[in-house]
């Protein structure tokens, strides 16, 4: 059975407070989580109209929809809520699919992408498209293949050719795990503070570009530590070694050998410096 609605007030507010009823109550909500442990109710709105498939046992909003509870909004071409029953006898919502022009925006983040899928019950967000972007108030996150949030964890993982961006300082890898904690006094607010890098990690300063293929990077005290392979390049000079730590605040770079309890035996570092030309005729120093 299929049963098409109208788009007047009313419907829509019911339909909000069936979907609040069905939402379950696992944990307490994070910045860009929607629906977790919240007992406000869901507004919806569409230009279209609301749609309930029965047998399908769906929800779909088209045109301009848009789903809000809270602090948090949810805004798409289409919204389907995905519910099921549960033992209880009640019916709840378990997923939600946006589809076309997603953006999600809490009071801190704005997420934007083609596609997303939130499992409200795990609390997992995956955002897909031709570009993923997250938008902190300090911090930027691109993507070219895929975005997930993982709420319990407070963790973000960028796909493919990954981006970071505070300010002036830029962190590029295949993969870019960022890292959030809760800002104190503020359940639903949260900030960046670390960033894992993984695969082809390239990081830049005012004076030196560095290459690896891991790093994690303390947001708030600009250093990089970077492993394996590590190439660091200024001008024509270039030094290689297998670990290094990088300060973006004050543009300096440091090449180390292996910790010590390594179980690989430490490596020398190398460098190639090319000398400066004289003025008369070329001659080097």
Do not use: C
Not at 208 to 214: G, L, S
Request: hydrophobic share 35%; glycine share 8%.
């Amino acid at each position: 059975m299929m049963r098409k609605t109208r788009t007047g007030l009313a419907y829509i507010t019911a339909l909000a407070t069936m979907m609040a009823v069905a939402v379950p109550t696992v944990a307490q909500a994070q910045s860009l989580g929607f629906g977790r442990g919240n007992s406000d109710p869901i507004h919806i709105e569409a230009s279209e109209g609301i749609e309930w498939q029965r047998n399908n046992q769906v929800y779909i909003a088209r045109g301009e929809a848009r789903a809000s509870q809270g602090g948090v909004t949810v805004e798409a071409d289409e919204l389907v809520a995905h519910y099921r029953a549960t033992e209880s006898g009640s019916d709840e919502i378990y997923k939600i699919d946006a589809n076309g022009n997603v953006r999600i925006l809490s009071d801190t983040e704005t997420a934007t992408s083609d596609k997303a899928v939130y499992d409200v019950v795990k609390g997992v967000l995956i955002m897909t498209g031709e570009q993923v972007r997250l938008v902190t108030a300090q911090d930027t996150i691109i993507a070219r293949d895929s975005l997930e949030y993982y709420e319990d964890r407070q963790l973000a993982v960028a796909r493919g050719d990954a981006l970071a961006m505070r300010d002036d300082r830029r962190v590029r890898a295949d993969t870019l795990m960022a890292h959030f904690v809760a800002k104190e006094g503020q359940a639903r607010s949260s900030k960046m503070e670390r960033i894992e890098a993984i695969g082809n990690v390239h990081l830049s300063t005012d004076t030196d570009i560095v290459t690896a293929d891991r790093g994690d990077y303390q947001l708030n005290a600009g250093l990089a530590t970077v492993t394996g392979d590590v190439r660091i390049t200024r001008g024509e000079t270039q030094l290689n070694g297998d670990r290094a730590e990088v300060n973006l605040n004050t543009g300096q770079s440091r090449l180390l050998t292996k910790s010590a309890g390594a179980r690989e035996p430490n490596k020398r570092v190398r460098g190639i410096f090319v000398p400066s030309a004289t003025p008369e005729g070329g001659k080097t120093k």
